[in-house]
């Protein structure tokens, strides 16, 4: 924890210094997962039965580079209303001063994939007119969550016509208003497949919570830290890959899952890596291991 800020969790990987700052908590009054599935043992659950999600944003400092990953901080209540209930927690602006840094200081942001708790605080205004809030920062969406190249790919297939009280289409529409100052400027990379952004910070590509879902690994030389985003939403489902969002289709499940294995054998076979997903509670750090059982296992850090 950083001194005078709570909500600020630093950890250290080799040269890489790593920031999870909390946006808040949203809670979801309708989970969507499946009833049969024991992903609520690992659920945090309020006395409403409300499922609290955490909202872990990561700040890392590389080398010359600045890298902000899921932007989740979120400007007011009214932002977050709607299928969600949220509590903020502190403003990017709050989270970066902890770390001695303006939003002018940020190089690359990452957008794991594109549902808005993963992108809210991309857009500011500026005398009353929309800019980029990271103005100097090249922004790394999947390709696949911009282009939507198949209807259910933003939200899933087995969805219907909707989610949040929205249409599929009014989800890309959202994407792409709050992404039109920064694609204007020049900063949106839209990201096909894996890519290393820069130099020890690598974006392998999974699907499943969205066509373009992509988690992020940041290698400090020694040790590393992968953060997750939405690859898993609760620790159960490291040892059931099986869990997912009853919104997705069959062919997206088995994404999942089949993407989730391949991630949790290679976190895995590395005992110091550590892990963060971005809806654990906060802070969130842990690692996964070889289950004695077979598969995997989360073990809290
Ligand atoms: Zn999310």
Redesign the pocket.
Known sequence: VSAGNTQVARRRFGAADVAICSAGRIFEAHPRFRADRAWRTTATIDDRGRVI?GLNTAIVKLGANIVVIDPAFFQDEDEASGFFDADMAQTAEQALSTLGLSADDVTHVIVTHG?R??YWSVLDTRDDLPCARFGQAEHAVPAADWLLPYPGALLGTAVGDGFDGMTEGAFVTRLHTYFEPIRRDGLLRLIDGNCELVPGITLHHTGGETEGHCVVRIDGGGSSCWYLG?LVHFTAEVSDPDIGPTRLGSQQLAQLSASRKQVFATIASDPDAEVVY??AAFPGWGSIRRADVGGWRWEAR
Request: charged share 30%; hydrophobic share 0%; glycine share 0%.
């Open positions: 999600h549902h708790d993963h939405d971005t809806h």
